[in-house]
C-alpha cells in the first residue's frame, strides 16, 4: 500500500497562514475529555486525513472546526481568521462546508431540488416564503453543473429516498459544494460501501480537492493511501502522529495504536 504519490503535497505559499488550523484545542463533555490539546495546521490545497480508532475523538474534532462545537479552550483558524467563536453558517459563509457521516439529504425531494435548496442558503430566497418556486429557475444551470461534477447529471429527477448508499455519499459531497467552499471537510465518505462505490466515492474526492483543501475522516486505510498527502493519528482524543502517510504508517506507536499488520502490507 503507497501513499498519495500522483499529486505531491502543495508547498505552503509563503507568508500565508494555513488553510485550517487548530490550535491547542480541548472538549470536554462532564469531565470527560474528548479532544485533549490538539494543535494541527493543514496547508492549502492539501488533502489531510484524520484517522484513528474508534473513540479517538475524531468527530468531535470535525464538529469543533467546523462551528458545529465550542472548544473548551483553544482556537480554530480558517485561513488565519479566527472562527471557534462563530455559528456553523457563519463558518459555512466564510468557506468551510462539511457532510456528515450519517446521511443529511431530504428523502422526499428529487436530487435536483436537494441541491437547489442548499444553493439557496446565501441568498435571499430563504426567507421569502411567498417567492414561487420558478424563482428558482435562476439556480437551475449552477445545480446541474454541481450534479455532472458528483456524477449524478442522469439523476436529477430522482427521489433522494431512491439513492443507493453511495450515490447519497455523492449528493451530500453535492450538497457541500453548494457554498463553493475552499476548505471541505468530509466524514467518513465511504463508509458502508463495497469496491465499486469505495472506488467511484475516491475518484470523486480526488476532483473536488482540485484548487481546494480537503480534510477527511477515513477508516479506509486503502482510501487514505491513495488520497492523503498527509495524515494525523489521533488517539484518546490526542495526537499520536502527524505526517506524510508512509512515514507515519511506519510509527511503532502507530502501529501499536491503530494499524497493526495492515500497516506491513
Not at 470536554?28 to 490545497?45: K, M, P, S, W, Y
Not at 474534532?61 to 453558517?89: A, N
Not at 462539511?98 to 435536483?112: C, D, E, H, K
Not at 482510501?223 to 505526517?243: D, F, K, N, P, W
Amino acid at each position: 500500500m503507497t501513499a498519495n504519490t500522483a499529486h505531491p503535497a502543495p508547498a505552503p505559499p509563503p507568508g500565508r497562514p494555513p488553510a485550517l488550523e487548530a490550535r491547542h484545542l480541548v472538549k470536554d463533555f462532564r469531565g470527560f475529555r474528548a479532544t485533549n490539546d490538539v494543535t494541527l495546521g493543514i496547508e492549502e490545497g492539501e488533502i489531510h486525513a484524520i484517522i484513528g480508532p474508534n473513540g479517538a475523538g475524531k468527530t468531535t474534532l470535525f464538529h469543533l472546526l467546523s462551528g458545529f462545537l465550542t472548544p473548551t479552550s483553544g482556537e480554530v483558524r480558517l485561513f488565519g481568521e479566527r472562527i471557534d467563536t462563530l455559528p456553523p453558517h457563519a463558518v459555512v459563509r466564510r468557506g468551510l462546508s462539511r457532510s456528515f457521516q450519517i446521511s443529511s439529504v431530504f428523502p422526499s425531494m428529487t436530487v435536483r431540488e436537494n441541491v437547489l435548496v442548499a444553493l439557496q442558503s446565501p441568498t435571499r430566497l430563504p426567507g421569502q416564503f411567498w417567492s414561487r418556486l420558478s424563482t428558482l429557475d435562476a439556480l437551475a444551470p449552477r445545480a446541474e453543473e454541481i450534479l455532472a461534477d458528483v456524477g449524478l447529471e442522469g439523476a436529477h429527477a430522482r427521489l433522494a429516498a431512491d439513492l443507493s448508499h453511495g450515490e447519497k455519499r455523492q449528493l451530500e459531497i453535492g450538497i457541500s459544494l453548494t457554498q463553493d467552499p475552499r476548505v471541505l471537510l468530509l466524514d467518513e465518505p465511504t463508509s458502508g460501501m463495497g469496491t465499486e462505490g469505495i472506488a467511484r466515492v475516491t475518484g470523486l474526492v480526488e476532483r473536488v480537492a482540485r484548487g481546494r483543501t480537503v480534510v477527511l475522516v477515513e477508516h479506509n486505510m486503502g482510501v487514505v493511501a491513495q488520497l492523503a498527502h498527509r495524515i494525523t493519528v489521533l488517539q484518546y482524543g490526542a495526537v499520536l502522529a502527524s505526517g506524510r502517510y508512509d512515514d507515519v504508517r511506519r510509527d511503532p506507536r502507530v502501529i501499536e495504536a491503530y494499524l497493526g499488520e495492515e500497516a506491513h502490507a
